[in-house]
C-alpha cells in the first residue's frame, strides 16, 4: 500500500498526523504532497498565492518542501513542523530559508528553481482538488485509488491500529464522509 498525505505547514491536524507517523511510522511508502488552505479560501478576485509563494509563510513553506525534496525532505519537513507550532505561526520568510538551507538548499537554488516549484505547487493542489476533492488537510489518499480527510489531535499511541482503522474506512464504498460532532 502507498500512502500520499496531502498537508499544509500551518494546519495542526496535518501536524498531529505527522507526529503520530513519526511515533509509529506505518510500513508503508508515505509520500508527502503540498496543499494550501490558503489557496484553497483565496476568492476568485484574488491573485493565486501559488504564482508569488513568498507572499504568502505558509505557501512559501510548502514551496521550499518541494525544493528540498531530492536533498534532506524529512529533516526540513520535520523541522517546519515543529516550529510552526512551537512559535504559533510566528516565523518569518527568513526563517524558512535558514531551515532550508540547513537542509541543503540555498535561496539562491531556490530562485533559480522558482518556476519548476511553483508548478509542482500547482500540480499538487490541483490534484488534491480536482482528482481528490480535497477540502481540507491533511487529505489521505490510499493506493491512488480513494481520499480521506482526518482531522488529527496530537496523541502519542495509536499508530499502526489507527492506519489500519483508516485504511478499512477510507476502503468502505458505503461510507461517503465522516464527521464527528463535538
Known amino acids: 500500500m502507498d500512502i500520499d498525505i496531502f498537508f499544509d505547514y500551518t494546519c495542526r491536524h496535518s501536524f498531529a498526523l505527522h507526529r503520530l507517523i513519526e511515533v509509529d511510522p506505518p510500513k508503508v511508502a508515505i509520500r508527502w504532497r503540498t496543499f494550501s488552505l490558503k489557496e ?65 538548499v540555498t535561496r539562491k537554488r531556490f530562485e533559480d ?28 489518499v490510499f493506493d491512488r485509488a480513494t481520499s480521506v480527510y482526518f482531522r488529527f489531535e496530537l496523541e502519542e499511541r495509536g499508530g499502526s491500529a489507527t492506519w489500519h482503522l483508516l485504511e478499512q474506512i477510507a476502503r468502505s464504498p458505503w461510507l461517503l464522509e465522516a464527521k464527528r460532532s463535538r
Open 113 to 140: 528553481d522558482r518556476e519548476l516549484l511553483i508548478q509542482r505547487l500547482a500540480e499538487d493542489q490541483d490534484e488534491a482538488m480536482q482528482r481528490w476533492n480535497a477540502h481540507g488537510t491533511p487529505t489521505i
Open 40 to 104: 484553497l479560501r483565496r476568492s476568485e478576485a484574488e491573485p493565486s498565492l501559488l504564482l508569488e509563494p513568498e507572499k504568502s509563510f505558509s505557501v512559501l513553506a510548502l514551496a521550499l518542501a518541494h525544493a528540498v525534496e531530492d536533498v534532506n525532505f524529512l529533516d526540513f519537513h520535520r523541522l517546519v513542523f515543529e516550529r510552526v507550532h512551537a512559535s504559533a505561526h510566528k516565523l518569518g520568510s527568513d526563517d524558512l530559508f535558514d531551515l532550508a538551507d540547513a537542509a541543503g
